[in-house]
């Protein structure tokens, strides 16, 4: 069983950027696509960005152009940077694979003020 573990999370104003972090254990990390999610209150969990083991990448539409989804297989850590934020971001932001086949962590807070 991979864990997962999510860091970077915090308060910003709008405009402003955050890194997320997602530590995984377990060597089959660098095999899987990964991806993203967040989900805000009130609604469901989304995927907003992923990334396959070879490095190519795809996003929602409502986070295309300002967040960047990245790799490190030696580290078995996947990243997400968010530029220029809007209040709408606002949600406890996971990670996992498109399929949803590892156990959830307990994800990072974004909140964003406007």
């Known amino acids: 069983q991979v864990h997962l573990v999510e860091s970077g999370g915090g308060l910003v104003q709008a405009g402003g950027s955050l890194r997320l972090s997602c530590a995984a254990s377990?060597?089959?990390?660098?095999?899987?696509?990964m991806g993203w999610y967040r989900q805000a209150p009130g609604k469901q969990r989304e995927l907003v960005a992923v990334?396959?083991?070879?490095?190519?990448?795809n996003y929602a539409a409502s986070v295309k152009g300002r967040f960047t989804i990245s790799r490190d297989n030696a580290k078995n850590t996947v990243y997400l940077q968010m530029n220029s934020l809007k209040p709408e971001d606002t949600a406890v932001y996971y990670c996992?694979?498109?399929?949803?086949?590892?156990?959830w962590g307990q994800g990072t807070q974004v909140t964003v003020s406007s």
């Open positions: 996992n694979t498109p399929a949803r086949t590892m156990g």
């Open positions: 377990g060597s089959i990390f660098s095999i899987n696509a």
């Open positions: 990334i396959s083991s070879g490095g190519s990448t």
